[in-house]
Every structure is written in structure tokens, then in C-alpha cells.
């Protein structure tokens, strides 16, 4: 069974730091692209950032870039979300997902999600 698990959420001060992880299990992930998805309240689920299976390519939403990086640990199935310098705006449910590309990460495997805040 696949599983997927994100920690690390919380509340923050705007300007500070968040690292999220995601761990999964039930599959090796190694060949797979990953990626963090956000949901604010009312708002659909938007990309935020992506790894290719190498970990050579990445992505991030404009609003994200500069402030987030992406990175994974092939060997222990896991991928991080460090967030610096957050913003109120970016207070929402954060989800990991996996997939066979960057492309298809709507259509894989997703996390329960977990809640960041920041306060202003």
C-alpha cells in the first residue's frame, strides 16, 4: 500500500522559515518526479514546486521562486520543501504528490496534506 506523509507544517511569523518533508512507503520512489501542491482555503489546489526522479530538474510557481527549494533523498524515499521567508499569502494545506513526470504529478500519489500558517 502506498502511502505518503507530510510533516513539518505549523505556524510561523511572516519572514520566517519552514522545511516540510514528505515521506513515502509501500513503493520505491526513486524513478519518480515529486512535488508540493498547496490549497488555501476556497482556492483550488495549486502547483508549488517539483523534482524531477534525478533530482537534476525542478520547478516552482512564480510567487515561490527564490524563497523555496525543493530536494529529495532517494534513499529514504523522502522529499523536502525548505520555505524561507514566507508570507501570509502562502498560508495553506500543503500536499505532496509523486509521479512517473513533472507533468503527471496531479494524477499519482498524494499525501494527507499539512497545514502551514503564517501570521503577519
Not at 513515502?24 to 482556492?43: D, E, N, V
Not at 524563497?67 to 520555505?83: E, G, P, V
Not at 504529478?105 to 501570521?119: E, I, K, M, N
Request: net charge positive; with cysteine; aromatic share 12%.
Amino acid at each position: 500500500q502506498v502511502q505518503l506523509v507530510e510533516s513539518g507544517g505549523g505556524l510561523v511569523q511572516a519572514g520566517g522559515p519552514l522545511r516540510l518533508s514528505c515521506v513515502a512507503s509501500g513503493h520505491t520512489f526513486s524513478s519518480y518526479a515529486m512535488g508540493w501542491f498547496r490549497q488555501a482555503p476556497g482556492k483550488g489546489r495549486e502547483f508549488v514546486a517539483a523534482i524531477s526522479w534525478g533530482g537534476g530538474g525542478t520547478e516552482y510557481t512564480d510567487s515561490v521562486k527564490g524563497r523555496f527549494t525543493i530536494s529529495r533523498d532517494n534513499a529514504k524515499n523522502t522529499w523536502y520543501l525548505q520555505m524561507n521567508s514566507l508570507k501570509p499569502e502562502d498560508t495553506a494545506t500543503y500536499y505532496c504528490a509523486a509521479h512517473s513526470t513533472i507533468a503527471t504529478l496531479r494524477s499519482g500519489y498524494w499525501g494527507q496534506g499539512t497545514q502551514v500558517t503564517v501570521s503577519s
